[in-house]
């Protein structure tokens, strides 16, 4: 080994690689205080030269036991990370679906102000046709009406109460009629069925 000394920087980087104890014997080597390795049977220095070993491995298996554990902890927080994300997209999700929910609710509260949907199982297929016979209209001079509502404020009642006098009388559950009954002039009874003053008015 070169007798030429080493910077400060070197010494404290040396210590730090091999330890404490194997770098005096180094050093004692080097300027001729103990023998060269090999050089002496049942050498002393071997001692300190394996415990030195021992002591690098066991810093390795630190570090590397260190990586681990950070990995793990990598692991953790990205494990953590995707469930809350998870969780986080649920809400969302739950959120949305709500909104869209509300949002059919209202738009059919709205359909159901401005028109008539349902009047009885076999009345009910024809409200979807809104155009009206334009020149059977004409022909008749009749006013050009295509939509419930247009009809409701053409008779000057409200929508509601259109809906409830058009009701399909199969289904209804109220009679806008009043029934009573005659005597004939020949003999026996005629029934009569008067209309109720809403569909009077509306008639």
Same mark, same amino acid.
């Given at each position: 080994?070169?007798? /030429?000394?080493? *910077?400060?920087? @070197?010494?404290?980087?040396?210590?730090?690689?091999?330890?404490?104890?194997?770098? $005096?014997? @180094?050093?004692?080597?080097?300027?001729?205080?103990?023998?060269?390795?090999?050089?002496?049977?049942?050498?002393?220095?071997? @001692?300190?030269?394996?415990?030195?070993?021992?002591?690098?491995?066991?810093? /390795?298996?630190?570090?590397?036991?260190?990586?681990?554990?950070?990995?793990? &902890? $990598?692991?953790?927080?990205? #494990? =953590?990370?995707?469930?809350? /994300?998870?969780?986080?997209?649920?809400?969302? *999700?739950?959120?949305?679906?709500?909104?869209?929910?509300?949002?059919?609710?209202?738009?059919?509260?709205?359909?159901?102000?401005?028109?008539?949907?349902?009047?009885? @199982?076999? $009345?009910?297929?024809?409200?979807?046709?809104?155009?009206?016979?334009?020149?059977?209209?004409?022909?008749?001079?009749?006013?050009? #009406?295509? *939509?419930? /509502?247009? %009809?409701?404020?053409?008779?000057? %009642?409200? #929508?509601?109460?259109?809906?409830?006098? &058009?009701?399909?009388?199969? *289904?209804?559950?109220?009679?806008?009629? %009043?029934?009573?009954? %005659?005597?004939?002039?020949?003999?026996?009874?005629?029934?009569?069925?008067?209309?109720?003053? =809403? #569909?009077?008015?509306?008639?």
């Amino acid at each position: 080994m070169s007798d /030429q000394p080493r *910077t400060r920087q @070197e010494l404290y980087d040396r210590i730090r690689q091999i330890g404490k104890e194997e770098f $005096v014997l @180094e050093e004692m080597i080097r300027y001729g205080f103990w023998p060269a390795e090999g050089e002496m049977p049942e050498d002393p220095a071997d @001692e300190i030269r394996r415990r030195g070993e021992l002591q690098r491995e066991l810093a /390795q298996l630190r570090q590397e036991s260190k990586k681990l554990q950070n990995e793990q &902890a $990598v692991r953790k927080r990205l #494990l =953590k990370e995707r469930l809350a /994300q998870s969780r986080l997209k649920r809400q969302e *999700t739950k959120q949305r679906r709500e909104q869209q929910r509300l949002e059919r609710a209202q738009a059919w509260a709205i359909r159901q102000q401005q028109e008539i949907l349902y009047l009885g @199982e076999e $009345v009910s297929p024809g409200l979807n046709h809104t155009e009206s016979d334009r020149i059977r209209l004409e022909t008749y001079k009749l006013p050009l #009406l295509s *939509t419930a /509502q247009e %009809i409701a404020q053409a008779m000057g %009642i409200p #929508l509601g109460q259109l809906r409830f006098l &058009a009701f399909n009388r199969k *289904t209804a559950t109220i009679s806008h009629y %009043i029934r009573f009954k %005659i005597p004939k002039k020949t003999g026996g009874e005629r029934l009569i069925s008067a209309p109720k003053p =809403k #569909l009077k008015q509306a008639q």
